[in-house]
């Protein structure tokens, strides 16, 4: 249960940042249509768990090949000042939804939509790849069957929680939802990023100047 465990905390955590399908969620909540805004979420979820399956079953065999490895590591540390970077000082993305949209009936159509939505940023794969890479270098994970599935259902589980915490949080504002506060919060989390990446950085430096 520790993978589910972990994968649960990545999911979640890694959804905070505000990006298009985080703000096409918000402003069907705000519209006050809560079922369509979980199923663009729930679509995304799903696009999670595949994704996050295909990078860990698909590295078990290569992360003990030091050069492998030290791929990852540096992929790691560029993800994270890369993504950092955009989030804490980009433009916050526009939402494929505009105010005066007509809802179609069905629910189907937004599940797909939020799988589209995730597909259609090539980003999120290498992501994966590189998460994957990271449980199972440092161990936090087993290369195994059981762990590998526990830990891409967690992170569906994960992505879908945050999508309720979103939803949720919106309501609570009773139809208000401030786009400052939108900004703060995604500049607030893009720092930690940032802090995370310099951190890595400076573990690869010392590891670079040591074994010069």
């Not at 979640?12 to 909540?29: D, H």
């Not at 079922?35 to 079953?57: E, K, N, P």
């Not at 993800?79 to 069905?106: A, C, M, R, W």
Request: hydrophobic residues 50%.
């Amino acid at each position: 249960m520790i993978a589910f465990a972990v994968g649960l905390i990545i999911g979640y955590v890694t959804t905070i940042p505000i990006g298009p399908i985080n703000l096409a969620v918000v402003m069907k909540a705000l519209r006050n249509h809560t079922a369509q805004a979980l199923m663009i979420g729930a679509g995304s979820a799903l696009m999670d768990v595949l994704y996050c399956a295909a990078a860990v079953f698909g590295i078990g065999s290569l992360v003990s090949d030091p050069t492998i490895d030290s791929i990852f590591r540096v992929s790691t540390f560029a993800i994270f000042f890369v993504y950092g970077l955009k989030t804490t000082f980009g433009k916050l993305p526009e939402t494929h939804f505009q105010p005066n949209d007509e809802d179609v009936p069905g629910f189907k159509r937004y599940f797909i939509l939020g799988m589209a939505m995730y597909f259609s940023n090539p980003s999120f794969f290498a992501y994966w790849i590189t998460i994957g890479g990271i449980v199972h270098g440092y161990r936090v994970i087993e290369p195994t069957l059981i762990d590998n599935t526990l830990f891409a259902v967690g992170t569906g589980v994960g992505v879908t929680a945050w999508f309720f915490t979103l939803v949720e949080l919106v309501e609570r504002q009773k139809m208000k939802f401030e786009i400052d506060r939108i900004r703060k919060i995604t500049r607030f989390f893009g720092m930690i990023l940032l802090t995370v990446s310099a951190v890595l950085g400076w573990n690869l430096f010392k590891e670079f100047w040591l074994n010069r």
